[in-house]
């Protein structure tokens, strides 16, 4: 059976080894839609290059299909970004965790191992960038609006919705808030980040489950989705400064408790938290959020057994050994 120091030390290595990335959200391509807006929609798409044919998943209609046609207009469907162009024809482009855009001169190359495709404009060349090892940035090329409607996943937009509305779609079935709010089946654009700050605000914890929410939590969750969302786009349109925004990130040194683990809440100046789950975490307050207490996800929780700190005085009163731990550790790397 393990030991406390062993345990100790391999719950430090399986947060250290989290992947912490996180996909670009509705405030992010907001201001993408921005620019793209005011500098493609009326321009000729006059030629496609690929670096990388993997990120392409349709064959029919063909990628030569859509050059030298206007574009008419922009979308945002969920978490991809839709290209409308001339004859019925849609560019549908899904950033996934690590895709970006980059707007560089006309004919600008492909950049380096990170580069997966070029849309060459009259006016310049949109990037199609991915800095991941796991390729997972898609283009798809789409004929008619009804084959478009199959990449709908009918998610309310949080944006444009009335509190019905939103308390329906929270309440459509039993999961934690976390789950709902980052579940694009009833809510669009919406991920790990985002959703943070969000029950951040509301002052809620992330593992709270929808169907005991009172009336007033819905009613406070619903003015905290809207606050949140709309000041983080305010901020971003105020960073990009109506040019290009270079630096769409999930991790922002003013966000309230995303990707801030072990640095003060902006509120009260407890050590944020985190939950590691898959390739995301949850980031959370616990004096503001849950009453005092650590939440465990169900691994590090069966890892732990009985020493998982339920408390942040447990929690202080585990460090030195956690310490240690982490310093044996890396003594014998």
């Known amino acids: 059976m393990a030991n406390s120091s062993t345990c100790h030390r391999d719950l430090r290595t399986a947060i250290i080894a989290a992947d912490l990335t996180a996909l670009p959200e509705l405030p992010d391509l907001t201001v993408y839609l921005d620019f793209l807006e005011t500098n493609i929609v009326g321009q000729v798409l006059e030629r ?41 024809l849609f560019l549908v482009i ?32 949109l990037l199609l960038t991915e800095a991941s090892q796991k390729k997972r940035a898609a ?90 969302l709309k000041e983080w786009i305010a901020r971003l349109r105020a960073d990009a400064k109506g040019g290009f925004p270079e630096k769409v990130t999930a991790f922002r040194k003013d966000m309230a408790v995303h990707g801030r683990y072990g640095q003060p809440c902006p509120v009260c100046g407890t050590a944020v938290q985190r939950i590691v789950h898959a390739e995301n975490e949850s980031n959370y307050c616990p004096t503001c959020q849950t009453g005092g207490r650590l939440l465990a996800d169900r691994a590090l929780s069966r890892l732990l057994k009985q020493d998982w700190p339920r408390t942040i005085e447990e929690l202080e009163a585990k460090r030195p050994s956690l310490r240690a731990a982490g310093s044996s550790s890396a003594a014998r790397r």
């Open 139 to 228: 283009i798809y090329v789409v004929l008619s609006e009804e084959a478009l409607a199959d990449f709908e996943r009918h998610g309310l937009e949080p944006l444009e919705a009335n509190l019905e509305e939103f308390r329906s779609r929270l309440l459509a079935g039993n999961h934690t808030v976390k789950r709902a709010l980052t579940d694009p089946d009833l809510f669009s654009g919406i991920g790990n980040a985002y959703s943070d700050e969000i029950l951040h605000r509301a002052r809620m914890s992330p593992v709270k489950l929808t169907h005991s929410m009172s009336q007033g939590e819905v009613e406070h969750l619903f003015a905290a989705t809207q606050e949140v």
């Open 48 to 88: 496609v290059r690929l670096a990388s044919p993997f990120v392409l998943r349709t064959a029919d209609p063909p990628l030569k299909a859509i050059e030298n046609k206007r574009v008419v207009g922009l979308r945002r469907m969920g978490k991809r970004l839709v290209f409308v162009l001339e004859d019925d």
């Open 94 to 125: 899904h950033l996934m965790i690590a895709g970006r855009f980059r707007w560089k001169e006309h004919g600008a190359a492909i950049t380096g191992k990170i580069g997966l495709a070029a849309f060459d404009f009259s006016n310049g060349t």
